[in-house]
């Protein structure tokens, strides 16, 4: 079968880093995809990765590991803004399908 | 705004209807994605089209049908509806059919079964 894992909830003050992790398992994997979501709005693309290594866009960076089935968004100088859910989101089946995580809900605190 | 426009907003319907929810994709963009999302839950994958022809299919009920026209915009067939079909439903569209091409996704269709 096809899951994601990833944390319901995660907390962490202003200015601070955060790490998301997202473990996979499923098959034909093409690639990871990270969205933001804001509550009541729709989701946006933050990152998308295909080989091992580090991503980094700004504050956002992502991680993936294809041998553990592993990838982390670390976000960092964490901002209210963040405060969002997060999901991964796996592509397979050659590229075509798209399966999302259930979500990690960030909360930034002052 | 992510150039993708879903029509309507918001929906109540009863049970037993039938609905359309229309999606229209950013301009030059050939694929169309359908997913639901459930209160507090994440995005379920319904179906994709590109140009057209269907590409994947994720659990879509048999209740459910989609299809692209040749004008690019996609609509979304709910029939026989239930309580349980109340959800977020959300567009997505493409350049691509495959691989890490970003996804811009329209604001939702609030569907609310009574």
């Known amino acids: 079968g096809q899951s994601l894992e990833q944390p319901s909830e995660v907390t962490a003050v202003e200015g601070a880093i955060v790490q998301i992790n997202c473990t996979y398992q499923t098959s034909g994997f093409y690639g990871l995809s990270w969205y933001q979501q804001h509550d009541g709005g729709a989701p946006t693309f933050l990152s998308y990765n295909a080989l091992d290594g580090l991503e980094e866009t700004g504050r956002f960076s992502s991680f993936l590991s294809r041998s553990d089935s592993y990838g982390y968004l670390l976000l960092q100088e964490l901002q209210m803004k963040d405060s969002a859910s997060y999901f991964c989101a796996v592509l397979n089946t050659g590229g075509f399908k798209t399966i999302f995580g259930a979500g990690t809900r960030l909360f930034v605190k002052a | 705004d992510s150039g993708v426009t879903q029509t309507p907003k918001h929906l109540i319907t009863a049970t037993g209807q039938r609905v359309t929810l229309r999606c229209s994709p950013r301009?030059?963009?050939?694929?169309v994605y359908w997913y639901q999302q459930s209160l507090d839950q994440g995005l379920q994958f319904l179906i994709q089209?590109?140009?057209?022809?269907?590409?994947a299919k994720g659990n879509i009920l048999e209740r459910f049908s989609a299809q692209q026209f040749p004008d690019l915009h996609s609509e979304l067939n709910l029939s026989s509806l239930e309580l349980g079909d109340s959800a977020l439903y959300f567009c997505a569209s493409s350049v691509a059919d495959r691989g890490g091409n970003i996804q811009y996704f329209g604001a939702g269709t609030r569907l609310s079964v009574l």
């Open positions: 301009s030059g963009d050939l694929s």
């Open positions: 089209y590109y140009n057209g022809e269907e590409r």
